[in-house]
């Protein structure tokens, strides 16, 4: 009986690593949101992980500031001993691992999704199945397309729609217009000034279309397939551009629509496309990492249908 006492006390007293994990994205976001897309789950849920967590530990890890949260002294005292449990643990796996999958793969994904997927994808992936040389290609979709029929990528993470068939829907965001924090009034912008990706971008075409059908004059400040040279021109105020509201970043941009004469943008599907007659465990490997970390978002499409 006390032998049996002292394992059940053992194990409540156990700390949950996926609650850990919750808890370090929100350190190192600063933010509940996005801490919920780092982690790949609903912000309830990762809300629901601090509060199990507080819970076992019997204390407060955040503290209300102004409208926001900061770390409790406790808090702070748990940061250091989170990040040593998940590195243990990742130790650990990465060993077990080490006899596993060998070879080559390539993975194809635009940099907007790059910036949002991307370190979640290799990392994890890297860490299951560390004998494997994995390579990344950062194109626009349609391109991503053209090198997965080419059998130059492997994977690939693509906008799915009509000049793209055949890729396994994932999940859905919402397209959002979105000007830099420093921006003046956007309903004053007329012509609307726009920074957008090249013309056979999906949505470069959705937005123009609904800009058309809605009457706004628009004049192209920049054209690019790379969204790392979009966003600073964005930040900087001067043109306002389309994205998935998950790759929004609010500490330098914000969202705008009606209220600056903006139409209505529809979602976006993102999708996985693999080489034709792929058939290695190598592939599979990396396919099933893209579902991984895509597919909360098809989780929550299931939900709302």
């Keep these: 009986m006390l032998f049996m006492r002292s394992i059940t006390i053992w194990h409540r007293s156990m700390l949950d690593t996926d ?20 982690v790949n789950k609903t912000q ?8 199990r967590l507080e819970e076992r ?8 500031q102004g409208r926001g ?4 002294p406790d808090g702070e005292r ?3 001993h989170a990040r040593r449990i998940l590195q243990v643990e990742a130790a650990a796996l990465a060993d077990l691992a080490a006899e596993g999958l060998t070879g080559r793969v390539t993975l194809g994904i635009p940099d907007d999704y790059a910036e949002l997927f991307l370190g979640d994808i290799v990392g994890r992936f890297a860490l299951r199945h560390p004998g494997v040389e994995l390579s990344v290609l950062c194109h626009p979709s349609i391109e991503v397309a053209d090198r997965i029929r080419s059998g130059e990528v492997d994977v690939g993470i693509v906008t799915a729609s009509d000049d793209i068939p055949g890729s396994e829907v994932l999940r859905e965001e919402p397209l959002v217009w979105v000007a830099g924090l420093r921006a003046g009034p956007i309903e004053a912008q007329r012509p609307l000034p726009l920074a957008l990706s090249t013309p056979s971008c999906a949505w470069r075409q959705v937005a123009i279309a609904a800009l058309a059908e809605a009457g706004v004059a628009t004049r192209m400040f920049m054209t690019s397939t790379h969204y790392s040279a979009i966003a600073p021109v964005v930040r900087a105020g001067q043109a306002v551009t389309v994205l998935p509201l998950a790759v929004v ?15 209505a943008l529809p979602s976006v599907r993102l999708g996985l496309l693999r080489r034709p007659g792929a058939r290695s465990p190598v592939v599979a490997a990396l396919a099933d990492e893209v579902r991984a970390s ?9 939900d709302a249908a």
């Design 19 to 38: 609650q850990l994990r919750s808890f370090l994205a929100i350190v190192d976001t600063g933010s509940f949101t996005r801490a919920a897309d780092r």
């Design 44 to 51: 309830s849920a990762v809300s629901m992980h601090v509060r």
């Design 57 to 64: 530990l019997d204390r407060a890890l955040f503290v209300k």
């Design 69 to 72: 949260t900061r770390l409790s």
């Design 78 to 80: 748990l940061v250091e």
């Design 249 to 263: 970043d609010a500490a330098s941009q914000r969202l705008v629509g009606a209220e600056a004469g903006l139409p």
């Design 294 to 302: 895509l597919g909360a978002g098809a989780a929550a499409m299931r």
